[in-house]
T-cell receptor, first 114, second 114 residues
Framework: KQEVTQIPAALSVPEGENLVLNCSFTDSAIYNLQWFRQDPGKGLTSLLLIQSSQREQTSGRLNASLDKSSGRSTLYIAASQPGDSATYLCAVRRFQGGSEKLVFGKGTKLTVNP | SAVISQKPSRDICQRGTSLTIQCQVDSQVTMMFWYRQQPGQSLTLIATANQGSEATYESGFVIDKFPISRPNLTFSTLTVSNMSPEDSSIYLC???????????FGPGTRLTVL
């Protein structure tokens, strides 16, 4: 059974700092990996999608990498801003229990201090 | 991308009652899912809503407790039946077209059971 782990569980940084969020998964047989952002009490916003054949994806100040063989992904946020404060969730899509599904980590709660 | 709306956005319900949550998508989608997010936890898949047939439930979730309908490719409902305080969660609808594509999430329904 696929397990997804995110480290650290919480992170507090000063504005302007570059930071890295980590995600690891136990089974490398994945279709793709997705990073989401969740604001308190809200739904999920998709940030980046990396297919299993890709190494990285970039969107603005965000860069996500994928090393499928080692079961790791990182989300790099450049020049962090207070508006980046949210919980960041990593999810892998894989075939499990008879169908394709997303398996989520517990997230990293990021606070960017002005 | 898909635009997803959910109704209600939040509700406070009494123990023993039932609540039906609606999910509407602005385009036809192949896959529709229902997730639960308990306080302080990550997302757990409840079931896959299948158009024109019975939903596929994950381990630990049963149809009598969480009946799901999907009459067409743009709409689904999830009912939380005979509620208890343990059902207090955010319930999220999610959609996708293919396993290689981004999966999108609705804004969620915040349910509190007294």
């Amino acid at each position: 059974k696929q397990e997804v782990t995110q480290i650290p569980a919480a992170l507090s940084v000063p504005e302007g700092e570059n930071l890295v969020l980590n995600c690891s998964f136990t089974d490398s047989a994945i279709y793709n990996l997705q990073w989401f952002r969740q604001d308190p009490g809200k739904g999920l916003t998709s940030l980046l999608l990396i297919q299993s054949s890709q190494r990285e994806q970039t969107s603005g100040r965000l860069n996500a990498s994928l090393d499928k063989s080692s079961g790791r992904s990182t989300l790099y946020i450049a020049a962090s801003q207070p508006g980046d404060s949210a919980t960041y969730l990593c999810a892998v899509r894989r075939f499990q229990g008879g169908s394709e599904k997303l398996v989520f980590g517990k997230g990293t709660k990021l606070t960017v201090n002005p | 991308s898909a635009v997803i709306s959910q109704k209600p956005s939040r509700d406070i319900c009494q123990r023993g009652t039932s609540l039906t949550i609606q999910c509407q998508v602005d385009s036809q989608v192949t896959m529709m899912f229902w997730y639960r997010q308990q306080p302080g936890q990550s997302l757990t898949l409840i079931a896959t809503a299948n158009q024109g047939s019975e939903a596929t439930y994950e381990s630990g979730f049963v149809i009598d407790k969480f009946p799901i309908s999907r009459p067409n490719l743009t709409f689904s409902t999830l009912t939380v039946s005979n509620m208890s305080p343990e059902d207090s969660s955010i319930y999220l609808c999610s959609v996708g077209t293919r396993v290689t594509d981004t999966q999108y999430f609705g804004p969620g329904t915040r349910l509190t059971v007294l």
